[in-house]
């Protein structure tokens, strides 16, 4: 099962290096797949099956992804390899209903506290007193904290819908697609290409 999946993760990579290089970032973006590839190799060690945090620790998000910055968003990264993942029809019917009944509530949240945060910013400039501005930036905290929870038991729903072959695959699809955003967004930041 590991091989299958760093054959995976290979083919992808590899894919994933077509696509960029048509848009002019081959030189960061083979840095990167070559870190992908030798990271993906490991995965056939078992002592280091997983590997956790590396591409998110070492990269910052975009403004528009500042939500994604805590815990990762793997609905998304699920239902936009559907084919790769090779999900079956209950599988893809589970992740939507999921998805739909939580997706406004989270769109609210991330929303709500995105204003409460540029209220802050704001205020902070205008020189108000601290204490209001404490009480906003605590709201927004409360808020970033529910979308955090939320966003795990995302997670744990997700990981109990596939199998474990598919959860490693999504993973690691999740870590190529992180490195794509990365790489088009930050061209000299990630994996070390400084």
């Given at each position: ?164 072959f598919q959860w490693k695959k999504l993973v690691t699809l999740y870590k190529i ?18």
């Open positions: 099962m590991q091989k299958e999946l760093v054959q995976f993760a290979f083919k992808y990579a590899n894919m994933l290096k077509t696509n960029l290089t048509n848009h002019n970032h081959y030189e960061v973006t083979m840095k990167k797949i070559i870190t992908l590839a030798i990271l993906s190799a490991a995965l056939a060690t078992p002592a280091q099956a997983e590997i956790t945090g590396y591409f998110e620790d070492n990269t910052r998000p975009s403004v528009t992804h500042q939500e994604d910055a805590s815990t990762p968003s793997f609905m998304s990264t699920v239902l936009n390899h559907k084919t790769e993942l090779e999900l079956s029809e209950k599988q893809q019917a589970a992740l939507a209903l999921y998805q739909e009944d939580n997706a406004r509530h989270m769109r609210f949240l991330i929303h709500k506290a995105a204003v409460l945060e540029k209220s802050s910013r704001k205020h902070a400039l205008k020189g108000t007193d601290k204490n209001k501005i404490m009480a906003k930036i605590d709201q927004a905290t409360k808020l970033r904290k529910e979308i955090a929870s939320n966003k795990l038991a995302c997670r744990d729903n997700v990981r109990s819908v596939l199998t474990d697609d992180h490195i794509k955003h990365v790489s088009v967004a930050y061209p000299s930041e990630g994996l070390g290409t400084n």
